[in-house]
């Protein structure tokens, strides 16, 4: 058996060679009776390659027209042109996201498919239809947005609808871009709602627990809704809404049809995404959130002595630094203190549900009972002010704190300081003042009823200067002032806005940005930049064909 298998093998191994000499020599005696098709190989040129990517902004034209060398020319065959947006990968197979064109030349608006800034992976494809051969060119295209950084404004159009503004710095000019909810295409709810508030502020969780992008806050305060849209392009989802964000908030808190509208909401972090907080006031109540502990995430109101405690009514604002707040009850007219620094998350996490008690203060009574508080806001991140009437002489007093560490007995302690008192002026009536803005450096308190603007030195507190031919045109009133201390890049600025009620809703306002001159207080309209660039190039920082603009922020994403 073993014999024949091997006699086998050996006679089909002859018909394999034998096969093989016949095959080549049939090769050998090929005298071209075949058609050979000579490819039209293309080259293309005159695009950058990965390690030189284009800059582009987002609205702006992006144009290409490579050179293109085909070896049998172009015109003798039938070729398809694509411009694809690529997954970025560094390896292949790559993988088209979308066309952005199937032009020979690329002709676009910068939008769509690329929405947002960033580094992207773009790759010209030509393909040869009649051989199905492709031919591709990989480049990177790295998108700017003019209208990310920028002062950010909510503006009233008619009395019960909305838009955003922004006068964005981009390459250091500033540029105004009326309604930004429209450019974008936001699907933010605007209509059927008053505007309320804008506020801006690096966030770890924003603009939801689980979405990413920009981990920064932009939240819209409306009579109708609270709600986030994302830092990069506005966008809006239901998701955003402050309702869901509200995961542990004690139930007998919460609206019975579960839509939390928010009156207020301070912060004052500056670009900080790991730590920080926020106090939100509604329904009469504050409630804090660190969003460096996430076990504490609004859940009940801190402005009381104790959990077991009924809150006490606190007034709607908050002088505010990275250790905590100081708020005023309402209910028995006094200050109280909620203490939130480091040491106090981290040893004693029941002081985060209640307020402590201000007993001392070396120039006022913290819990004077005649007081009522017309206003309290931050003067710089560490420091603030309070406006308040005393009942008991019929004078308003100017009071001036902060929230600092200090040492006591050896130990570090977080506690409210008094820093100075004042009075008003015999005779001034500060009731119908809506607005108040006291300068980050300079002695020099402004205060605007909606048709006139004052001025006070508040080292001398002898006169209340009216201003109001210096900085409100005739016929306008006055919709928001505040000091430039808090998120903006020139915190020593007076930020003035006002509109013309007989204009054109949603252009019939205008924001200002006023140095304050040392020595008289006089407002003098600031300059961008503060020195001409090379090419001349420096504004009035002053912008007309606003909406009313309700609330103003800077706009900064890191």
């Known amino acids: ?142 998108v700017q947005d003019r209208m990310q950084v920028g002062y950010i404004m909510l503006c009233e159009k008619e009395s019960d609808s909305f838009d955003i503004d922004l006068i964005s710095l981009f390459r250091d000019t500033l540029t105004h871009y009326h309604n930004a909810l429209d450019i974008y295409d936001s ?41 986030r849209v994302r830092a990069e392009n506005l966008e809006y989802q239901p998701g955003f809404n402050l309702s869901n964000r509200l995961t542990v908030l004690d139930n007998k808190y ?32 504050y409630f804090f959130y660190n969003w460096a502990v996430m076990g504490w995430f609004y859940s009940f109101p801190v402005n009381t002595m104790s959990v077991s405690e009924a809150p006490y009514k606190v007034a709607p604002y908050v002088f505010m630094t990275s250790n905590g707040a100081v708020f005023f009850d309402e209910t028995h007219n006094r200050f109280e203190a909620h203490i939130a620094g480091t040491n106090e998350i981290a040893s004693n996490s029941a002081t985060l549900l209640r307020t402590t008690r201000l007993t001392s203060g070396a120039y006022f009574d913290w819990q004077d009972p005649d007081y009522r508080l017309l206003y309290m806001d931050n003067r710089t991140t560490t420091t603030g002010f309070a406006v308040v009437r005393n009942d008991r002489t019929g004078r308003y007093e100017f009071l001036q704190m902060s929230l600092a560490t200090a040492v006591v007995e050896g130990a570090i302690v977080i506690a409210a300081n008094q820093i100075g008192k004042a009075e008003f002026p015999a005779g001034a009536n500060l009731d ?33 200067d009216d201003i109001t031919a210096q900085v409100l045109p005739a016929g306008y009133k006055v919709s928001k002032i505040k000091n430039s201390a808090i998120r903006f890049p020139r915190t020593n600025q007076i930020v003035i806005a006002s509109y013309n009620p007989g204009g054109p809703a949603g252009e019939n306002g205008q924001l200002a940005l006023y140095e304050v001159e040392d020595g008289t207080g006089n407002l003098k309209l600031a300059k961008h930049p503060v020195a001409p660039t090379d090419d001349g190039y420096q504004i009035d920082m002053k912008w007309t064909g606003l909406g009313k603009v309700i609330s103003v922020d800077y706009k900064n994403p890191q």
């Open 432 to 464: 119908n003042i809506k607005f108040f803005a006291y300068h980050n450096t300079l002695p020099y308190l402004f205060l605007a009823s909606e048709d006139r603007v004052y001025r006070i030195n508040t080292s001398a507190m002898t006169t209340l």
């Open 254 to 285: 919460r609206p019975a049809d579960g839509n939390l509208v928010a009156d207020r909401i301070f912060s004052i972090a500056l670009h900080s995404t790991t730590s920080g907080k926020d106090y939100l006031f509604t329904g009469g109540n």
């Open 187 to 227: 699907e933010l709810p605007r209509t059927g709602r008053k505007p309320i508030d804008l506020v801006c502020y690096g966030d770890n969780i924003s603009p939801s627990v689980t979405a990413g992008g920009k981990k920064y806050a932009i939240w819209v305060l409306t009579d109708k809704s609270t709600d």
């Open 1 to 142: 058996m073993a014999n024949t298998a091997i006699l086998q093998k050996k006679k089909k191994t002859g018909w394999m060679i034998l096969l093989l000499l016949i095959a080549f020599t049939s090769c050998l005696e090929d005298t071209g009776n075949y058609d050979y098709l000579e490819i039209n190989e293309v080259s293309i040129s005159g695009i950058n390659d990965e390690d030189t990517p284009y800059y582009t902004t987002l609205g702006d034209s992006l144009k290409i027209a490579p050179t293109l060398a085909f070896s049998l020319g172009e015109e003798s065959e039938v070729f398809k042109y694509e411009w694809h947006l690529m997954k970025i990968t560094t390896t292949p197979p790559r993988q088209s996201i979308g066309v952005l064109s199937d032009q020979r030349n690329l002709a676009i608006t910068v939008g769509g498919l690329i929405n947002a800034e960033g580094t992207y992976q773009l790759m010209y494809c030509i393909t040869n239809l009649n051989t199905s051969v492709r031919y591709d060119h990989l480049f990177t295209l790295v």
